[in-house]
């Protein structure tokens, strides 16, 4: 499965429909990000089942500047809607591998009941 383009007005419904969704935010100019991209795209190869999407952050400066990001490479994994995952800096493909085997194994029920516990005691 190649990786998909999100933009500012796609990433939400790509985030909200698909159950495992991993966004690699990246530029042209960028050296680490260019090294990353081919170990991205295996990945997507590898794991079907997961959406794996790219973030021109030169193209998508507005949605870039509202996710904070502020380094690239940077990598999110989404679970359920659920931001799980938040890295900069490009990873090798044995930890891009452990990101995801760690994602599909997350108990999200456990998830949802600490960010609930957090919101009470916020």
Do not use: Y
């Not at 998909?4 to 050296?31: H, P």
């Not at 680490?32 to 991205?40: A, D, H, I, S, T």
């Not at 500047?65 to 044995?94: K, Y």
């Amino acid at each position: 499965m190649a990786t998909t383009e999100l933009t500012g007005s796609t990433i939400g419904t790509t985030i909200k429909d698909n159950g495992i969704v991993l966004i690699d935010f990246w530029a042209e100019w960028c050296g680490p990000c260019k090294r990353f991209g081919p170990v991205f795209e295996e990945s997507s190869e590898n794991h079907p089942d997961v959406v794996h999407a790219k973030v021109d952050t030169e193209a998508e400066q507005e949605l870039a500047t509202e996710l904070q990001i502020f380094s690239i490479p940077t990598l999110m994994a989404f679970r359920d809607g659920i931001l799980v995952f938040n890295q900069a800096g490009a990873l090798p493909a044995p930890a891009l591998e452990q990101v995801v085997e760690a994602v599909k194994a997350l108990d999200m029920d456990e998830v949802r009941e600490k960010i609930a516990a957090q919101a009470t005691t916020a």
